[in-house]
């Protein structure tokens, strides 16, 4: 019987290599970082992780991660509900609340669980979700798994958004969703409108502030912080995985009744297993970190803006950012491809983007600025980009 499928998955995988797309992935030897060594004992400055406030190999939270395993033991064996409840997973659950400013919050395994999880509890056929076109894989499938009735509005499009609350207005609930930064521009939410629009039409707002999270606003609190708006905004997804230390995790925080709801009919919190203590640990000590002293937000967005500037000077064509994501819009799939390969030989990591992740001839290269990079760091990568970007004809 496998013959078949194995000749059918053999095509097809073939057919993703034709077409250009198949994936490979790159191996590191060393811990995430600035700068890291790839296979080969290759030396590389990073710009391409999310690790936005530079702590995937923070000393501190290594260290909290450690106490915790000698403490609390290596692993739950349990979803949250049985027995896979520690004081630290309610400690991290209140800090989490305490740092957005909302009324409680519920772990996952990560954002992708939380976002799987979020919708179909809390809607129905009567219902409305309202979603942004550029919203992230792990909403669309939430959504898919809610029987709400769909609609879609065209990327942080506000005459878009109001149309499809209009067609909406029937429906028993309205929940708006959208990314707080959508990732492949680095563009913010327009929360502020979206939100004013939500009053308007009597709907609800949930945004996924993975990207924006430790990076949005000036202490890090993400859009809703941007905006003026922390704990008027219904739902909040994020994750640990990103800025927040980058291991794994994901959470929902907002309003109490809702996250009650959450921990009595949320597939993914209910059939999955508690994240391990030493993650719940090392978060905690991570929202300490960040609580106590703004020096990582503060050095990233002077980063950002310093690395922008810089590359716009250069003469690159970089899209409007609001983020620590820079997008370097190149156009041509096989010359984003080119660009990224040339840089790794000037010792910059930085990913080519093309379609289908991005739309067609709108090709790029994703950087990713982090609290971790130097300004040295920061130049060398300006400075490579601008010799392979005059080599292969992107300058003039
Ligand atoms: C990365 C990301 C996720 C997934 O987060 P994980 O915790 O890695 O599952 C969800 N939503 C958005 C917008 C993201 O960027």
Redesign the pocket.
């Known amino acids: 019987m496998y013959n078949n499928f194995q000749d059918y998955l053999t095509q097809e995988i073939q057919g993703i290599k034709d077409a250009g797309l198949y994936k490979n992935e790159r191996i590191i030897t060393t811990p995430q970082s600035a700068a890291i060594k790839v296979q080969g004992d290759i030396e590389v400055l990073n710009f391409c992780a ?1 690790n936005y406030l530079g702590l995937a190999d923070s000393k501190v939270l290594v260290e909290a991660a450690k106490k915790a395993l000698d403490a609390r033991g290596y692993g739950m064996s349990s979803v949250r509900f049985i027995c896979g409840t520690q004081d630290l997973h309610k400690e991290l659950e209140a800090k989490i609340a305490r740092f957005f400013g909302t009324e409680d919050a519920i772990l996952y395994a ?4 939380a ?1 799987g999880g979020v919708f179909e509890p809390l809607l129905s056929e009567q219902d409305a979700i309202i979603s942004d076109a550029l ?2 894989a ?2 669309i499938d939430g959504v898919r798994l809610c029987k709400a009735q769909r609609f879609r509005y065209a990327n942080a499009d506000m005459e878009d958004l109001e149309k499809q609350l209009i067609a909406a207005k029937d429906c028993r609930f309205r929940l708006i969703c959208t ?1 707080g930064v959508f ?1 492949m521009d680095g563009n913010v939410a327009p929360v502020d409108k979206i939100y004013a629009l939500a009053q308007k039409y009597n709907a609800m707002v949930m945004v ?1 502030e ?2 924006s999270a430790g990076v949005v606003g000036r202490t890090g609190r993400g859009t809703t912080e941007l905006y003026n708006l922390a704990g008027q905004v219904e739902i909040i ?1 994020g ?4 800025a927040f230390g980058g291991a ?3 959470f929902t925080t907002g309003k109490k009744e809702i996250i009650e709801m959450l921990r009595q009919r949320s597939r993914p919190y209910l059939f999955s297993n508690s994240i391990p203590p030493m993650i719940a640990a090392s978060g905690i000590a991570m929202f300490d970190l960040i609580d106590k002293t703004n020096e990582l937000q503060d050095k990233l967005h002077s980063n950002t803006e310093y690395f922008v500037a810089k590359m716009k000077a250069a003469g690159f064509d970089i899209k409007p950012t609001q983020s620590a994501i820079c997008a370097v819009m190149l156009y041509d799939a096989k010359l984003s491809q080119d660009f990224a390969s040339k840089l790794q030989d000037e010792g910059i990591y930085v990913t080519g983007f093309y379609y289908p992740v991005v739309p067609k001839g709108q090709a790029r290269i994703r950087v990713q600025v982090s609290a971790a990079h130097t300004v040295e760091h920061l130049d060398k990568c300006v400075n490579a980009f601008t010799k392979i970007g005059n080599q292969l004809g992107v300058l003039k």
């Open positions: 999310n990560a954002c992708f669980d976002n919203n992230h792990s909403i990314d990732s996924d993975s990207h997804t994750t640990l995985g990103k794994v995790g994901g």
